[in-house]
């Protein structure tokens, strides 16, 4: 394996990380972005540029760059509101697209 093609790899994937969860924080919809980043960890993996916990170290660590928690704490807060509205009769909060729901 060849150093700099592999930090080259982990640099572009730290950016598309980021891309996709800014995309979320603004409320858009990433899903071509984790479509796109999900071929390129695979493909990552199949040239042993990367293994699975280093990607999952990454986005964690980009998830609390972005977000300022980590991808579990973010997790319990969604379902909470989620019961709130439920609970609220808030049938507005189901009207709003899920990818927006998600920030």
């Known amino acids: ?8 790899f982990l640099i572009t994937l730290k950016q598309q990380f980021i891309d996709i969860f800014t995309t979320s924080k603004a409320g858009k919809d990433n899903t071509e972005l984790r ?3 999900q071929g390129f960890i695979h493909a990552g993996e199949l040239l042993e540029l990367c293994s699975r916990a280093e990607v999952q170290q990454l986005m964690e660590q980009v998830h609390q760059d972005v ?4 991808i579990a704490e973010r997790k319990p807060k969604e379902q ?4 709130q509205a439920l609970k609220l009769g808030d049938y507005d909060y189901f009207d709003e697209p899920a990818f927006n729901r998600l920030r």
């Open 1 to 8: 394996m060849n150093f700099a093609q592999r930090e080259l």
């Open 67 to 70: 977000f300022g928690v980590s």
């Open 35 to 37: 479509l796109r980043t």
């Open 80 to 83: 909470t509101r989620r019961q």
